[in-house]
């Protein structure tokens, strides 16, 4: 099962940036599945910049006041 989940796998190569300067694409997302923001990744392999940058997006628009409940997956 785990050998499935090449995403994941930070020594598999999915993207490279010899030949592409996008890697690929990362999106917040509500809770209705409509699409809040996208990154356009330059970097290959899984970054937690991109996800940092997201949420700090996501706060920088919310009150101070506001909670709020986080999921992270990586899906292909």
Known sequence: CED???AANEKCEKASTRYFANT???AMLCHHDCVLWLVNM???GE???YTL???QHLFNHLPLDM???LLYNIGC
């Open 4 to 6: 499935s989940f090449v």
């Open 24 to 26: 690929g694409l990362m």
């Open 42 to 44: 330059t970097s290959a």
């Open 47 to 49: 970054k937690q910049h």
């Open 53 to 55: 940058t997201l949420i």
């Open 67 to 69: 909670s709020v409940g």
